[in-house]
């Protein structure tokens, strides 16, 4: 049983990385920061560590998606990262992917045997 549960973690790993992205820039149309968007993520069901999170942050924005800023007016600096055009363009785009996707998994899990036939 412990090889199934190893199995299933590991396939749910990979398929929770190309989510994750986009989890994150659903939450990015109003400034957020790093331990605000790991709370508001948690809260909507999706687990994220602040390990996997900040890495994402900076590579997001490093690709034009995310422009970001520092909030120096609190006793702790904190960096808020926002949507830019391009990742605002991108994160349709994917949302639509991610639409067609879902459709199709659903007809797949749902519709039961092939749509061509038996061979």
Request: a negative charge; charged letters at 25%; hydrophobic letters at 40%.
């Amino acid at each position: 049983m412990s090889n199934v549960n190893e199995m299933v973690d590991k396939l749910l790993q990979e398929l929770r990385r190309g989510t994750i992205t986009i989890a994150v820039l659903s939450q990015l149309e109003k400034p957020q920061y790093g331990y605000s968007l790991v709370t508001i993520l948690a809260e909507k069901g999706v687990q994220v560590e602040a390990g996997t999170l900040y890495p994402l942050l900076r590579r997001l924005e490093k690709q034009g998606l995310l422009i970001s800023e520092w909030d120096t007016n609190e006793a702790r600096p904190r960096k808020f990262y926002l949507l830019s055009a391009l990742g605002k363009d991108v994160y349709i785009k994917l949302l639509d992917e991610w639409k067609k996707m879902a459709s199709s998994m659903e007809g797949l899990i749902n519709g039961g045997g092939t749509e061509h036939g038996d061979d």
